[in-house]
């Protein structure tokens, strides 16, 4: 299976401003001193061997994960990110043929749906999207959302075909030979965690979850739900502090997500649902903080751990 991400902020759009890429420019040309610049090959191989967090830019989307598990797409969230992915499925002549896609829902929080009136495959009488949820009320929330008192046009004039997945709680289903299975997470109004398994491989799809305050044999669930995963992406837009500045707020940091991996032996853990009030360097710092605090805590872990970036594409 392959994950690509397209949208990787919580919350609101953060898109990078002028002064984030002045930033990285000036670090850039600090970095360039004494260096070969003199063609475009000696730029680019010079730009290649520089830091990720000094050339690339985390992206502003919010959440929105493609896995390509065989011929079949599953789409993990409809943030702003799915409009993007939608424009790539046409680029790449996807929606010329008849195409089914899978969408699964953590929940309806405007971060996880808003790309949705603008994902044009779904105006494509060709395509069928496959929703999964477990909120009940999930079609009703999807149409309000295009009322026309917030979006000039209805869910109803979206030619695609649609058709509704209702998932109970800690429920496995399978897609062909795709197996997946549901599991609550600890969220203001619920939200919900995917795992996919396929081939021997397996992906964790776990935004929006808090894990304070939970009793040792709700831990003890995630961390079987979790179990020996290739890769799990993580809502950890906090660091240690904040997390207990914002008790119940919903999220989670890579301190806790590091540990319940160890613990699960999880392969990778993206780290996801940056903050939007924090840069990109702010971002990387917590992934440093990340890194050390895996060292230190877990020097025999066999744990990789990153950032989820617009953009990054991974072979699990
Ligand atoms: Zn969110
Ligand atoms: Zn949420």
Not at 226 to 231: G, Y
Not at 287 to 310: F, G, V
Request: aromatic letters at 12%; proline letters at 5%.
């Amino acid at each position: 299976m392959e994950v690509c991400f397209w949208g990787v902020r919580g919350s609101i759009p953060a898109p990078p401003t002028t002064a984030d890429l002045q930033k990285k420019l000036l670090r850039v040309l600090e970095l360039a001193s004494g260096k070969d610049i003199s063609s475009n090959e000696s730029r680019l191989a010079l730009l290649n061997s520089l830091p990720e967090r000094d050339t690339t830019f985390l992206g502003g989307n919010t959440p929105c994960v493609e896995l390509r598990v065989g011929n079949k797409i599953l789409i993990f969230d409809m943030g702003t990110g799915l409009r993007e992915l939608g424009d790539h499925l046409i680029k790449t002549g996807k929606t010329q043929r008849d195409l089914e896609l899978h969408v699964f829902i953590s929940h309806t929080h405007w971060d996880h749906m808003q790309g949705f009136p603008f994902f044009v495959p779904a105006y494509r009488p060709n395509v069928t999207v496959h929703f999964y949820f477990a909120h009940p009320q999930f079609k009703e929330r999807l149409e309000s959302q295009q009322d026309y008192r917030f979006f000039p046009v209805s869910l109803e004039f979206m030619a695609s075909k649609k058709v509704y997945h209702h998932l109970e709680v800690n429920s496995i289903i399978t897609i062909d030979d795709i197996i997946v299975k549901t599991t609550e997470l600890n969220h203001p109004g619920k939200s919900f965690s995917f795992r996919v398994e396929h081939g021997g491989k397996s992906f964790v799809y776990a935004s929006d979850g808090e894990y304070n305050n939970l009793p040792n044999s709700k831990i003890a669930g995630y961390i079987n739900f979790f179990r020996e995963a290739d890769f799990l992406v993580f809502d950890a837009p906090y660091s240690f502090s904040e997390e207990m500045e914002k008790i119940n707020w919903g999220h989670s940091s890579a301190l806790v997500g590091i540990d319940l991996s160890a613990k699960a032996k999880i392969k990778t853990i993206a780290l996801f649902h940056h903050a939007p009030e924090n840069d990109d360097s702010a971002v990387f710092n917590l992934l440093e903080t990340a890194i050390n605090y895996r060292k230190q805590n877990y020097p025999n872990a066999n744990l990789n751990i990153l950032l989820a970036r617009e953009g990054l594409e991974i072979r699990i």
